[in-house]
């Protein structure tokens, strides 16, 4: 992984961490990612025999993870410079599938990012326009 994919996937990853921080404090009925991922490390922490209980923390650690894990998967988009709009719709919207199916298939509440059509709708599209995000980025580096 090239340090200007990396850097292109973290701001594609910032810009999707912007969005979803913004609407979750909104009152329209949005996604909440941060719920799904901070379930997540709980389990993995608790497989240790350990727990977050600062939730300041819990919230901190998941949002680290969140980003670092989502500019290594948005790096990817710089690996077809030809491609890169392609690339990102793509691997945008396999990562909004994911988080909108994968987390009650691995025994995490689903509900946070699928509880109605429109919650799903809007996690599947954080993720596409992370990715395009990423694209321009990249596109602006390579000028």
Same mark, same amino acid.
């Given at each position: 992984m090239s340090p200007k994919n990396f850097l292109a996937g973290l701001g594609g990853a910032i810009v999707l961490n912007l969005l979803h921080e913004s609407f979750k404090k909104s009152k329209v009925d949005s996604p909440r990612v941060d719920?799904?991922?901070?379930?997540a490390l709980q389990k993995v922490v608790g497989f240790f025999g350990n727990r977050i209980n600062d939730k300041q923390?819990? +919230?901190n650690a998941t949002l680290?993870?969140?980003?670092i894990s989502n500019a290594a998967y948005y790096s990817m988009?710089?690996?077809s410079p030809n491609q890169l709009f392609g690339k990102a719709?793509?691997?945008g919207l396999v990562a909004g599938i994911g988080a909108v199916a994968v987390p009650e298939q691995i025994g995490l509440d689903a509900?946070?990012?699928a509880k109605n059509t429109q919650v799903k709708a809007m996690t599947v599209?954080? +993720?596409v326009i992370g990715a395009l995000a990423t694209a321009a980025i990249l596109?602006?580096?390579s000028k």
């Open positions: 719920l799904v991922g901070e379930e923390t819990l +919230y680290a993870g969140d980003l988009i710089g690996n719709i793509s691997l509900e946070p990012v599209g954080y +993720y596109k602006m580096l």
